[in-house]
């Protein structure tokens, strides 16, 4: 028979693979958002806008599968024509994470996986291996996101993602 604290656990795991659509990206530790940075095609942490705000849709990613049983997707700005890259799939660790048009390139695939302990996502760059981490854990806007090496146990808040549906 489940105990009360299986079911609970069981409640509040992450699903194994994203729904398509639109989200926020959102920092598990430091609260911040995966933002375009205007005008350099980089992309920063950043607390989150309102939908009120004419910048918002600097927030807001489309999650499109390329290969959902391996859970690798590709995510792209609403904007349309922006996706986050690693560029030449660089698997040097502090490689900053852009905002680039669909090279058609592998480093435009993201493998999202939940973490072991369902603590939230990780983000691994299909070209370079590398992690979406949020430098230090920043929580202050312009915090830069940058490719990490890592891997499990993924217990680093600053490579831990919630997907906020929009």
Request: aromatic fraction near 10%.
């Amino acid at each position: 028979m489940p105990t009360i604290s299986s079911l609970v656990t069981a409640a509040v795991a992450l699903s194994p693979s994203i729904t398509p659509g639109v989200y926020f990206i959102k920092n598990t530790g430091s609260g911040t958002v995966i933002d375009i940075a205007s005008g350099n095609g980089g992309v920063l942490g950043w607390k989150m806008h309102s939908y009120a705000e004419p910048t918002v849709s600097r927030q807001l990613w489309i999650i499109n599968p390329v290969d959902s049983e391996n859970q690798v997707y590709q995510i792209r700005n609403v904007d349309g024509t922006h996706y986050l890259d690693i560029p030449n799939g660089n698997p040097a660790t502090g490689t900053p994470v852009v905002s680039s048009d669909n090279t058609g390139q592998s480093s435009i695939n993201w493998q999202i996986t939940p973490a072991p302990d369902s603590s939230g996502y990780v983000i691994r760059n299909n070209a370079s291996n590398t992690y979406v981490d949020l430098y230090l854990g920043g929580s202050a806007n312009g915090t830069a996101i940058n490719g990490w090496a890592g891997g499990p146990p993924f217990t680093n808040t600053h490579q831990l993602w919630d997907f906020q549906s929009a």
